[in-house]
Nanobody, 126 residues
């Protein structure tokens, strides 16, 4: 399975964006999916993840209460709704597909994921 991110852009502080992760060669309802981001000079950070069933989700403390991850199996996509954006949310955002050894309690760790998209840039101005 391969994934492609879309929906990035420039937004003012306090604004919203919705990112979409589209899968080809597979079905979203057969894979756990994670969203990550990487700002210049910083490590890749796991920010949201959702299990195969879509019933369990987890978020990093940095985005909890502001971001929401959801699966739309009919469209074969996973979305990341981002509200109350801050300048420190500026980064390249990636979605990734969970590996066969995926552990739900480690779903924000990059090593739980195999296929990665190329990323979409999000810029939040102050």
């Amino acid at each position: 399975a391969q994934v492609v991110e879309s929906g990035g852009g420039l937004v003012h502080s306090g604004g919203s964006l919705k990112l979409t992760c589209t899968m080809s060669g597979g079905r979203m309802d057969s894979h756990p999916i994670g969203w990550f981001r990487q700002a210049p000079g910083k490590d890749r950070e796991g920010i949201a993840c959702i299990t195969i069933s879509g019933l369990a989700r987890d978020y990093s403390d940095s985005v909890k209460g502001r971001f929401n991850i959801a699966k739309d199996n009919a469209r074969n996509v996973v979305t990341l709704q981002m509200d109350s954006l801050r300048p420190e949310d500026t980064a390249v955002y990636y979605c990734a597909v969970g590996t066969p050894w995926f552990a739900t309690d480690q779903c924000l760790m990059p090593n739980q994921y195999g296929a990665w998209g190329r990323g979409t840039q999000v810029n939040v101005s102050s």
